[in-house]
Nanobody
Framework: QVQLVESGGGLVQPGGSLRLSCAAS????????MGWYRQAPGKQRELVAH???????NYADSVKGRFTISRDNAQNTVYLQMNSLKPEDTAVYYC?????????WGEGTLVTVSS
């Protein structure tokens, strides 16, 4: 079993930046894939960024050029750097890691973009 804990959410003004973290309870060296998703109020959960390890990151059109997914194996942590935030980025953000074909999800962290 793997536990994931997201952090880094909060209230930010439009145009601002946040870095979300997803800390795993075990080494992420052996993950097959990693991703960030979000769910806005009244909407379905959607993919924000996803990457198969060794491959090229895939981003939602709405965040391309603004968000970057990365990882730090030494810290067992996956990140989502979010720049030029917009009010429509407001949502609960979830990370997902795939270990040997099994997906694990975190509990989410709330990001609110508002002036």
């Amino acid at each position: 079993q793997v536990q994931l804990v997201e952090s880094g959410g909060g209230l930010v003004q439009p145009g601002g930046s946040l870095r979300l973290s997803c800390a795993a309870s075990r080494s992420i060296f052996s993950i097959n894939a990693m991703g960030w998703y979000r769910q806005a109020p009244g909407k379905q959960r959607e993919l924000v960024a996803h990457m198969i390890v060794g491959g090229i990151p895939n981003y939602a059109d709405s965040v391309k050029g603004r968000f970057t997914i990365s990882r730090d194996n030494a810290q067992n942590t996956v990140y989502l750097q979010m720049n030029s935030l917009k009010p429509e980025d407001t949502a609960v953000y979830y990370c997902k890691l795939n270990y040997y074909g099994v997906n694990y999800w975190g509990e989410g962290t709330l990001v609110t973009v508002s002036s």
